[in-house]
């Protein structure tokens, strides 16, 4: 699959579900309630200039930043279309007025300006990126000197119920790789920055090993990125429903471990 594909295949799958996508928006919008307290903790301390979020989807994050940042520019972005015009509904019908908004539809991954942002978010959509080390680098440079990126991304160690599962019931998994602390660390070794990780674990409780599944798909995760395993045939996936739910009882638990990236631009 080409890198244009597959960011098609994204956004469509992610313009389908943006009327549904909140109600089960579960590790989302932890991590946008995280990320929104450290953006207020920032705040005091950034150079001049706009707010970018990338990846703003439904607004889980969207709602809160005019707040935190009543007298900039804010811009919001996503690939989908659906999940911009959503956006934009959801912030007028919180009754927000904020003069500086502007929704626009863009891959953060290409972001082609330098020193332009005094901070820069993302809540849950860097993992989509094609070529992860290129496209945190090209952000970094997009902010100014004493500028941030913050982000949180599902990270290696995500959904490890499901990869045992598959292991012994000798089923491939087909969860999309998930980028770990060192491989995101790299990214940013000959950059004038400075960069703080730390992860959050979100244990959450599904009727079924489908219910869990059906989770995946209705937040637009459970789009493949063609970098794992290929689509179960329908013998795999009856075998892995069954055994998931033969191995548990009440119900099945799927852990996902919100990883969290701040980083400061050198001044």
Known sequence: MTTQGLKERVAES??????????????????????????????????????????????LLSVELPAIFPGRDL?????????????????????????????????????????????ICANFSMHWFTDLAAGLRRIARALKPGGKLLCSYPGAGSYREWHRQCESLHVPCTA??????????????????EVRQWEQELVMRFSTAHAFLRHLKCTGAGTPTGWGAP?????????????????????????????????????
């Open 176 to 193: 999309n790789p998930l980028p770990d602390h060192p491989s995101v660390a790299r990214a940013f070794v000959h950059e004038a920055v």
């Open 75 to 119: 811009e919001f972005t996503d690939v989908s279309p659906a999940m911009i015009a959503y956006c934009r509904e959801k912030i007028a019908a919180a009754g927000i007025a904020h003069p500086g908004i502007r929704y626009t539809v863009l891959d953060g991954e290409r972001l082609a300006c330098e020193e332009h942002y005094a901070m």
């Open 231 to 267: 689509p179960l045939a329908l013998s795999q996936m009856r075998k892995l429903l069954r055994g998931w739910v033969e191995h548990a009882s009440g119900g099945i638990e799927v852990t996902c471990v919100i990883h969290f990236l701040a980083v400061e631009r050198s001044g």
């Open 14 to 59: 992610f313009s389908r579900r943006a009327t549904i996508y909140d109600d089960h928006a579960r590790e989302q919008r932890i991590a946008a309630s995280a990320l929104a307290e450290c953006a207020g903790q920032y705040a005091a301390g950034l150079p001049e200039g706009p707010v970018l979020e990338m990846g703003c989807g439904t607004g």
